[in-house]
């Protein structure tokens, strides 16, 4: 074998054996090259691929008409061969046939195009719903008439963010609670923002809706198959907006009905706990979980938060200074500021963890132990 052909085999041939030796390598790599549309597990995503498909090999169609006339007028008409090009002007026949042709593939790709927009519109007869409302930089989830709500967050550990731990298979699509859904189930979603313009997309569903603070839009979704699902903020939302994933759990109605009996058992505990007086001990540990989950983001985990951006927290005025003032920042926000309100975010227990915590971490050691019921009496104005 020459050297030429040496060279050709180990640039070309040899990684292409490579691939075709190992099954799920070129699986993997077919994927990491595919183009095209998700093709989805709910009847909107299927009909929005099929319309999807139906266009492009129309489109496919009218390319390869075009271009076979453009290149056999060039190569039948060349010059070489004697063609004179015609004379001509406003000719009536050419005219309305190249109107009425696309006007006619036009109507031809509106009718499945309309009976799709309509079904995606159609959130009537759902057999439940869900509140959805955008946060910086997290999703709430409200089922409504079942007294259930619970953030969503980002619970990729700092330590793959910043690159001292491996990044794990779902890096940055992890939450703390993803939303429960029944399988084969209408379920319609009232989509809202509390801060900025947010975004709730979720490929496999099809649905791709905007949070827009004071409006509420409306999408649905049924799934056949019980799974998990994951989608992210789509519109850009703030320096978090790479940081709000979206994950969906759907489950068996037996299962989902089982999960709902605990989400409320659960509720009805926390309910119990914000009249129970904790030890210092117990508020801190329960703080530094709830803080490294909805304030580690912006405050950083050390408390020293980002210069210029966000304040710092060790030895900041807002931890060590009167209590009651940070009761306020956090229950009712900064205007003005990043700072949101977590009074309707966080329950009576975590708020009054984190606060303990961020008084008494870091070297703050004021002392101070904030309990669930200040928290009521606080948000109660007494």
């Known amino acids: 074998m020459s050297r030429r052909a040496n060279m050709l085999f180990a640039l070309v041939l040899a990684p292409v054996l490579a691939l075709i030796s190992s099954g799920s390598a070129l699986a993997e790599e077919a994927q990491r090259w595919a183009v095209n549309l998700p093709k989805g597990v709910t009847p909107v995503s299927n009909a929005i691929y099929d319309i999807h498909m139906i266009i492009f090999w129309i489109c496919v169609v009218i390319c390869i008409v075009v271009f076979g006339v453009m290149f056999y007028s060039m190569y039948a008409h060349r010059k070489s061969r004697g063609a004179v090009a015609a004379n001509f002007h406003e000719n009536t026949t050419a005219e309305v046939v190249w109107t009425v042709i696309p006007a006619l593939i036009l109507v031809v790709m509106a009718i499945p195009a309309t009976s799709t927009i309509i079904q995606a519109y159609d959130t009537s007869e759902a057999e439940m719903d869900i509140k959805i409302t955008g946060y910086q930089w997290k999703w709430q989830y409200e089922y409504l008439g079942e007294d259930v709500a619970f953030m969503s967050e980002l619970s990729t550990p700092e330590s793959e963010i910043y690159n001292t731990a491996p990044k794990s298979q ?54 056949e198959e019980p799974g ?147 928290i009521l009496k606080f948000k109660q104005g007494q």
């Open 170 to 223: 779902y890096y940055l699509q992890e939450v703390s609670e993803p939303l429960v859904i029944p399988a084969k189930t209408k379920v319609r979603f009232l989509i809202t923002g509390k801060d900025v313009i947010h975004s709730w997309w979720v490929p496999d569903f099809g649905v791709k809706k905007d949070a827009i603070p004071g409006y509420v839009n409306e999408s649905w979704t049924f799934v």
């Open 228 to 374: 998990v699902y994951r989608g992210e903020c789509a519109e850009l939302c703030g320096k978090g907006h790479a940081f709000m994933p979206i994950v969906v759990n759907v489950l068996e109605k037996e299962e989902y009905n089982a999960w709902l009996g605990e989400k409320k058992a659960e509720v009805a505990t926390i309910r119990e706990l914000a009249k129970k007086t904790f030890t210092k001990e117990e508020l801190m540990a329960k703080g530094k979980e709830a803080y490294d989950r909805s304030c580690a983001s912006c405050h950083m985990g050390n408390g020293e938060g980002i210069p210029g951006v966000f304040p710092g927290l060790k030895e900041g005025s807002a931890a060590v200074g009167p209590v009651a003032n940070q009761l306020d920042i956090i229950v009712n926000g900064v205007a003005g500021t990043a700072m949101q309100a977590f009074g309707g975010q966080l329950s009576e227990v975590d708020l009054a963890a984190i606060i303990t915590y961020e008084r008494n971490a870091w070297g703050n050691d004021t002392g101070d132990v904030v309990q669930p019921i200040d």
